[in-house]
């Protein structure tokens, strides 16, 4: 019988060998969680038999249970590169179209020569579809879940149909002497700027603003030419000012007004007039907008005519040209935005993140990846940063869980461990060798 305990004692020695060996082999195996080997006594009684003088069977191996405790992070230049800080798993699938998921939380993502973001493995990382604009989640269902690819294309044009701009006119300007206005003769008018304004094919065009003072008191008439040809206050080719400015003596806009009171009205170039003007077969699909203002209506950046020189407060539109990608951003929430050349950006989905009632029920596959099982329970999809679910951080890794000092110190007790059992069992072969040589 005692063969059999230091047997048993030398099975669960050689496990615990074996994982601790495990361990240390995976010390640099990114998202690698280690394992402990927890062990059981072994009695076996029978009604009738004596509980109180049972010396009992040995030991037996009751589960190798991996401990899923945080790893630290290792930071990289690559922006697919993501570390979990918190509970939870990314999501992959072997196909496209595939339902039969794999957790891992091994972030090396890369991509493939279509531009989907996979593992070292081929294994497609899953994300949930967003709203490209303002990037909010349409669902957080594992079953909606598509593999996220980045666009190679180039980032589509976008008309004007708003132009902001705002400046101080000069009280002190002269009226000029010379007349008409004429945009190629700077004696006829006081200050000018322009801005680019795009049309439907992204191709940019020059829009200036002439400003040209009145003989009326704090009385300006707004001149504008696109490309250099100039139009009326309809977008139409033509002369004459497209609007007249009219200050208080305060030096604030007085007329024409806006429907608030705050600033003047906007002059509203209608499309077809616009398109007119053009030579590419692009067109300007909507009327285009001059706001006096800045986008956000910001009340110290309104025109003024005060007595100081001429200058621009605010100048932008909301149109732009063809770009093309020139980074990927991931946030801690997991969304995935995409910057292109013309300014643009837009949200291409979520980092699916995926979470288990019991992460050690989880069956091991390999490749530092986990299915679930009976025990794990199902698993629980959400957005990171929600719940109890970790947050991501791009450009890091999370480095394995081992700690090399104590894998070395169970390393040595693990060696003590088998040497004993062995020792046990060379005593009890030196027994067995005694009796039988008894005559």
């Known amino acids: 019988?005692?063969?059999?305990?230091?047997?048993?004692?030398?099975?669960?020695?050689?496990?615990?060998?074996?994982?601790?060996?495990?361990?240390?082999?995976?010390?640099?195996?990114?998202?690698?969680?280690?394992?402990?080997?927890?062990?059981?006594?072994?009695?076996?009684?029978?009604?009738f038999s004596s509980g109180k003088t049972k010396n009992g069977d040995g030991v037996q191996t009751t589960v190798v249970a991996q401990q899923f405790s945080q790893g630290s992070l290792k930071f990289t230049n690559n922006a697919l590169d993501l570390a979990i800080t918190g509970e939870g798993y990314f999501a992959l699938s072997e196909d496209i179209s595939s339902q039969d998921f794999n957790y891992t939380r091994a972030g090396a993502f890369k991509l493939n020569k279509d531009n989907f973001v996979v593992d070292s493995k081929g294994n497609y990382l899953r994300g949930f579809p967003v709203d490209i604009s303002t990037g909010d989640t349409t669902s957080v269902s594992l079953s909606t879940a598509n593999p996220i690819q980045i666009p190679d294309a180039s980032g589509a044009p976008r008309a004007t149909a708003n132009v902001y701009s705002s400046f101080n006119l000069d009280a002190g300007a002269s009226v000029p002497i010379i007349t008409p206005f004429n945009p190629a003769d700077s004696t006829t008018y006081n200050s000018s700027t322009s801005t680019t304004v795009y049309d439907s094919l992204g191709e940019p065009h020059i829009m200036q603003y002439f400003f040209v003072k009145d003989a009326a008191a704090n009385t300006w008439n707004v001149h504008a030419t696109l490309d250099g040809t100039e139009f009326d206050a309809t977008g139409a080719a033509g002369t004459g000012p497209i609007t007249t400015f009219v200050f208080d003596s305060s030096g604030l806009p007085q007329s024409p007004l806006n429907a608030a009171g705050t600033t003047f009205a906007p002059v509203s170039l209608t499309a077809a007039n616009l398109t007119g003007m053009l030579s590419n077969g692009a067109q300007f699909p909507t009327d285009v907008n001059l706001n006096w203002r800045d986008e956000a209506g910001t009340a110290n950046k309104l025109p003024t005519q005060f007595a100081s020189r001429f200058e621009v407060k605010a100048l932008e539109q909301d149109g732009a040209t063809v770009g093309r990608l020139t980074g990927i951003d991931i946030d801690g929430t997991g969304k995935i935005v995409a910057s292109y050349s013309n300014g643009d950006s837009s949200f291409l989905g979520?980092?699916?993140?995926?979470?288990?009632?019991?992460?050690?029920?989880?069956?091991?596959?390999?490749?530092?990846?986990?299915?679930?099982?009976?025990?794990?329970?199902?698993?629980?999809?959400g957005e990171p940063g929600s719940g109890t679910l970790g947050t991501i951080n791009s450009s890091a890794l999370e480095q394995s869980n081992v700690n090399l000092t104590n894998e070395l110190v169970d390393l040595i007790s693990a060696q003590r461990n088998f040497q004993a059992n062995s020792r046990a069992l060379e005593v009890n072969s030196t027994l067995q060798q005694n009796i039988l040589q008894i005559r």
């Open 1 to 47: 019988m005692s063969f059999n305990i230091a047997l048993t004692g030398l099975a669960a020695a050689q496990k615990d060998l074996d994982v601790t060996a495990n361990n240390i082999a995976n010390v640099n195996t990114t998202g690698f969680k280690e394992s402990r080997a927890e062990f059981a006594d072994v009695y076996a009684a029978s009604v």
């Open 350 to 381: 979520q980092v699916a993140m995926v979470r288990f009632p019991n992460s050690q029920g989880l069956s091991q596959v390999g490749n530092t990846s986990w299915k679930e099982s009976l025990t794990s329970g199902e698993p629980i999809a």
